[in-house]
Every structure is written in C-alpha cells, then in structure tokens.
C-alpha cells in the first residue's frame, strides 16, 4: 500500500520546523524536512557538529541524543498530519524508547549531516507508537521504537 503524500510546504527549514514544533531555538534540532508522507517522515540535522549544541556533555555529543532528533521529527509528523487536517496537533510526550541499538558512541564526531527517520507504526487519540533510525551517510547511528503519548484530557469521576 503506498502512503498518499501529504500537502507540505515547497520549502521547510529550521525556522519552518521551529513553528511547529514545541522546541525552541538551538533546542530545535531539525534543520530540514526531507519528505514526509501519512506514515513516515524524514528530516536532516547537521547541528550535532557544534561545540554549543544544547545536549553536549563534557564528553561530547553522545549517541543517546539521536533519541532527542528522533522524538523531534516525530513530533514535526504529527503537527504536519494534524495541518493537513486543517487542526493543529495536541503535545505529545516521549514515553519510552525500547528495542534501541547504537551502532556509535558520539554524533559529534560525524563529518556531514544526519539523516532521521520515524515511521508511525500503530496508534490512537492516546498514544502513537513509531521505528526510527538515524543515519550518517547512508549508516545506521541509532535504531529503535518510541511511544508517544498524547495529551488527553482525563474524565472526572
């Protein structure tokens, strides 16, 4: 079955992404949004390079960080589809992160850009359960499935 594309801007950069997702300045890691249909999106980061990046430790930039890009481009999926819609997407909240393999130890020390992908795997108005991936050209950094769960007002006894 192939995914319908979704109508996207002609042009999506940093700025673009930081409108519609909840992070702010340099805590916005997303620099461009590849492609994006009702299943999968795919972005690319090239900010894990700096020495200010907001989640670097004294130990440099470590691989556990692709966790943070991968919840941001799915953060960005569910505000895309909720436009599409003509609605804007109620917050989210990364859950878990289960099944995560490192194939590195840091991201600061990858010459060119990251390559993240989230593809939505099941979900409802509650919770959305989706794989990722981040990838240095063309190689895998860090793979694994994260739950989001939604904020969903609950009922009064």
Do not use: K
């Not at 090239?46 to 556990?64: C, T, W, Y």
């Amino acid at each position: 079955m192939t995914a319908t594309p979704l109508p996207l801007p002609a042009h999506l950069d940093h700025a673009g992404i930081a409108a519609l997702v909840p992070h702010a300045g340099s805590m916005c890691l997303l620099e461009r949004l590849l492609s994006c249909d009702a299943e999968r999106i795919r972005c690319e980061a090239g900010n894990h390079r700096r020495p200010d990046h907001p989640l670097r430790s004294a130990s440099g930039l470590l691989a556990s960080a692709a966790i943070e890009y991968a919840a941001q481009a799915m953060a960005l999926h569910g505000a895309l589809l909720a436009r599409a819609a003509g609605g804007t997407a109620r917050p989210g909240f990364l859950a878990s992160a289960r099944s995560v393999q490192w194939h590195r130890l840091r991201l600061d020390d990858l010459p060119g850009p990251l390559e993240v992908e989230a593809i939505r795997q099941a979900g409802d108005e509650r919770q959305i359960l989706y794989a990722f991936s981040v990838r240095h050209a063309g190689e895998p950094v860090a793979e694994g499935r994260a739950a989001v769960v939604l904020d969903t007002p609950l009922p009064l006894p």
